[in-house]
């Protein structure tokens, strides 16, 4: 075989030459018609949102490791949400911190799919869990029950996010099987679990959380777009959905009473007692 400088035929796989030039004009238009990225949150607004809802949480448990469990728990649960938003092209994503409410991780771009928001959805609370190491890691150092009710604390903040009430990210996750089955299913059966959800708040003192889903929810109402513009779930994205949110649920449930259950005597009657007491059940 010998080399030349022929220049050989076209081919059918070869860009032909008028593609060459449109293709960077192509480029430059969709770039010039893509929204500009959103600017993240001022970080002297973020620190004092973060001292903010810091102090609210002390004033309420006096407990320092109490406090420490909430802000690393809630942050790793956003660096979930923002790890799975990048993955699928939805970033760059940031952190926002809300003043005496919590964080949210907010995207730049919509999900392509329904099946990337549940998955969105799934990732924080999924990996919030790790949250729990250092506070499991602890005890075993030092053997203070103080860092099991961190522990316990970073399961029950996910697990509690896993209610199918809007705008926790259980109506994420559980929203587009409903509305799969009917677009009003979606509304009515998120809208009631919500208005339980809040009876619940109150019901356990919790005033502050009943807040701020009553405001959520008034805003859910108001808007008129209750689906996004994405691909709707498949049978099998619809069933999947159901299977992640479950094993997520039971994810958040092992890890709060394998920190209970050390605090009860190694009783899981105990544990689930304590469990109960918490989400005022048997008072």
Known sequence: MTETNAPRPRGPWDPRP??????PAAAEAAHATEPPLAKGQDPLWAALSTLL???????????????????????????????????????PARIHVIPFFGGAAV?????AS??????????????????AIPFFALFLVTRQGSWLAGAAT????????????????????????????????????LLAIGGLVVWW???????????????ALLGHLRNAGWRPEARRLTVR????????????????AAVGLAALI???GDSLTVALEVAGRYLGIGR
């Not at 490791?65 to 092209?89: D, T």
């Not at 708040?201 to 405001?215: E, M």
């Open 18 to 23: 008028d593609d060459i030039v449109a293709a």
């Open 154 to 189: 970073i399961a029950a903040l996910n697990l509690i996010n896993l209610a199918p009430a809007p705008p926790l990210d259980g109506s994420r996750a559980l929203g587009p099987v409903l509305a799969r089955i009917h677009p009003m299913l979606e509304r009515i059966a």
């Open 107 to 111: 995207s730049q771009r919509p999900a």
């Open 237 to 252: 994205e619809s069933l999947s959905s159901v299977s992640l949110y479950i094993a997520t649920g039971a994810a958040c």
């Open 53 to 91: 809802l810091g102090g609210l949480i002390w004033y309420w448990t006096r407990s320092f490791v109490i406090v420490g469990a909430v802000l690393w728990g809630l942050l790793v649960h956003e660096y979930g949400h923002v790890l799975a938003m990048n993955r699928f092209g939805m970033g």
């Open 114 to 131: 329904e099946w990337h928001g549940v998955l969105v959805s799934l990732a924080g609370p999924a990996f919030g869990l790790l949250a």
């Open 201 to 215: 708040s109150l019901a356990t003192g919790r005033w502050f959380l009943s807040v701020f889903l009553v405001i």
């Open 262 to 264: 050390p605090l009860g």
